[in-house]
């Protein structure tokens, strides 16, 4: 998985590590074009959509089992005590009309790839309250299976992931909960991704109050070979292969590989300066398939 970030090119040039969402960075850039406009009104505007550092959310237990309300509350405390080492100072208060509304329903639509349903729908809006809906799916799978207390808590922690300006994962706590498998945890590159977000924040609210223009460049990235054919391999084989990745943008970007399975061996992240170029040499580890 490769994903861009982008530059404030001010006193500073901030960057995004891997899995920041194109909703957070279009947010930014339209953020950029106010202020170089001279735009105050809609660099405000735009600036509230961005989460705050005192996330306020709405919890619509309607459709919630009577008999789970309680477990699925604590769960969902839960999952926001995992964020709290994201950035100083930040928490969570209910309220009526929250940044971030959390809605239930019985069944949610089919995932694009195959019949199961959803596990989460999200959607963002153009206004600050709510910024973002979460539509938490009760049943899981095509056999309709009832959203356990775990499910549900990463389905929380993924919902606030996207709100603070990630985006879907391949594997561990922001991976999509209707993905096979049990909700990962959160990992470091994930917090501190979401730390940098508020960095940014922070420096563009004051970029906005005094005036300042603000430029933002933008990556853009090339990958040679698109696809790769490891061909028929044995178990226990470990098959490397090469990826070459360009930068032709105007911005630095920053990558990190990630297997959508345990099997694929990443290399460490990066960053590639603009008109920079990168080898990745990740392998394929067959042990844990059988036969050829």
């Avoid at 990958?223 to 292969?241: E, L, R």
Wanted: charged content about 20%; hydrophobic content about 40%.
């Amino acid at each position: 998985m490769v994903l861009p970030l982008l530059g404030l090119l001010a006193s500073d040039i901030v960057t995004f590590g891997p899995g920041t969402s194109p909703e957070f960075q279009d947010t930014v850039r339209g953020i950029s074009a106010a202020v170089e406009k001279g735009d105050k009104a809609k660099a405000s505007r735009l600036l509230a959509l961005l989460p705050a550092k005192t996330v306020t959310y709405s919890w619509d237990e309607s459709a919630i089992p009577k008999a789970s309300r309680a477990d699925f509350a604590t769960a969902r405390d839960k999952a926001f005590m995992e964020w709290n080492g994201a950035a100083p100072g930040l928490r969570f208060k209910k309220a009526p009309q929250g940044a971030l509304q959390f809605r239930f329903s019985p069944l949610l639509a089919n995932r694009p790839e195959d019949a199961n349903p959803l596990g989460v729908a999200i959607f963002f809006n153009e206004k600050a309250a709510p910024r973002m809906e979460s539509i938490i799916g009760l049943s899981r799978s095509l056999k309709k299976v009832p959203l356990t207390v775990t499910e549900l808590r990463g389905a929380v922690r993924y919902s606030l992931a996207r709100y603070f300006g990630l985006s879907d994962q391949a594997q561990g706590g922001v991976r999509r909960p209707d993905l096979p498998g049990s909700p990962g945890i959160l990992t470091n590159s994930d917090l501190r991704t979401v730390g940098g977000n508020f960095e940014l924040i922070d420096k563009l609210r004051v970029a906005v109050q005094e005036n300042k223009p603000v430029q933002t460049g933008a990556p853009q990235l090339s990958i040679d070979p698109a696809t790769v054919d490891i061909g028929t391999v044995t178990q226990g084989d470990k098959i490397p292969f090469s990826v070459q990745l360009s930068n032709t943008g105007t911005a630095p970007l920053s990558y990190a590989t990630q297997g959508d399975c345990g099997c694929v061996v990443g290399t460490p992240p990066g960053v590639i300066p603009p008109g920079g170029v990168v080898l990745l040499r990740p392998h394929v580890n067959s042990t844990e398939y059988s036969g050829k």
